[in-house]
């Protein structure tokens, strides 16, 4: 019989956390391939990985290569803002820079989705900028990680949960795409003024 109270525990007891791949060199650095390198610049906290601008390399056989998969949370170590992100099944093989870790989850009722979206919520995050090295660019240690307390709610719970941010972001994108318009029009109205009085 399922429970249906919330669970806490510290993120190392419910998912596996190990650090991105480890690279020698900057990603432009590696010839071209067939394996993602995915990187700070690539991942939108609101909207996941943009994967039409994630970098093909072709990566040194020397060390074995752990693949991201579906259900994956990628977290940023470092930046003025740490941010997670759950992946999507990835076109294509890929890894991650350096610069995240890479969280699995292996708790039966932990939604990738859910602990993603928790983690960038105000206590988690509250949390993080407390115990971060660093003044400007931040930078998450290992053991932090490790330590931030999680809620395990029900799994319908945080099914419904996930679903009312992924309706907030899409709301939000609309209000930008908006904005961004009403702007434009803006411009091209003073552009025709500024025109018409130099005629």
Same mark, same amino acid.
């Not at 390198?37 to 970098?55: C, E, K, L, Y």
């Not at 990566?59 to 990628?74: E, S």
């Not at 999507?88 to 350096?98: E, H, I, K, L, R």
């Given at each position: $019989?399922?429970? *249906?109270? #919330?669970?806490? $525990?510290?993120? +190392?007891?419910?998912?596996?956390?190990?650090?991105? *791949?480890?690279?020698?060199? &900057?990603?432009?650095?590696?010839?071209?391939?067939?394996?993602? !390198?995915?990187? $700070?610049?690539?991942?939108?906290?609101?909207? =996941? +990985?943009?994967? #039409?601008?994630?970098?093909? !390399?072709? @990566?040194? *056989?020397?060390?074995?290569?752990?693949?991201?998969?579906?259900?994956? !949370?990628?977290?940023?170590?470092?930046? &003025?803002?740490?941010?997670?992100?759950?992946?999507?099944?990835?076109?294509?093989?890929?890894?991650?820079?350096?610069?995240?870790? !890479?969280?699995?989850?292996?708790?039966?009722?932990?939604?990738?989705?859910?602990?993603?979206?928790?983690?960038?919520?105000?206590?988690?995050?509250?949390? @993080?900028?407390?115990?971060?090295?660093?003044?400007?660019? @931040?930078?998450?240690?290992?053991? +932090?990680?490790?330590?931030?307390?999680?809620?395990?709610?029900?799994?319908?719970?945080?099914?419904?949960?996930?679903?009312?941010?992924?309706? &907030?972001?899409?709301?939000?994108?609309?209000?930008? =795409?908006?904005?961004?318009?009403?702007?434009?029009? $803006?411009?091209?109205?003073?552009? =025709? @003024?500024?025109?018409?009085?130099?005629?």
């Amino acid at each position: $019989m399922k429970s *249906h109270r #919330a669970t806490y $525990m510290a993120l +190392v007891e419910a998912a596996d956390i190990s650090a991105g *791949h480890p690279l020698r060199f &900057a990603v432009d650095a590696f010839p071209a391939g067939e394996v993602g !390198v995915i990187q $700070m610049r690539n991942v939108d906290p609101d909207i =996941g +990985v943009d994967w #039409a601008g994630v970098a093909r !390399v072709k @990566l040194p *056989h020397a060390r074995r290569i752990q693949f991201l998969d579906r259900g994956d !949370v990628i977290f940023s170590t470092r930046g &003025a803002r740490t941010y997670a992100a759950a992946l999507d099944p990835p076109p294509f093989p890929t890894v991650c820079s350096p610069h995240f870790f !890479v969280l699995r989850s292996r708790h039966a009722e932990l939604d990738p989705r859910f602990l993603a979206w928790q983690i960038n919520q105000v206590p988690a995050q509250e949390y @993080l900028q407390r115990e971060a090295t660093g003044s400007h660019i @931040l930078n998450i240690r290992r053991e +932090v990680i490790e330590r931030l307390e999680i809620v395990i709610p029900p799994r319908a719970r945080q099914e419904a949960i996930v679903a009312f941010a992924e309706a &907030a972001a899409r709301e939000k994108r609309l209000l930008a =795409g908006l904005i961004e318009n009403r702007q434009q029009q $803006m411009n091209a109205l003073a552009a =025709g @003024l500024r025109a018409h009085h130099e005629e």
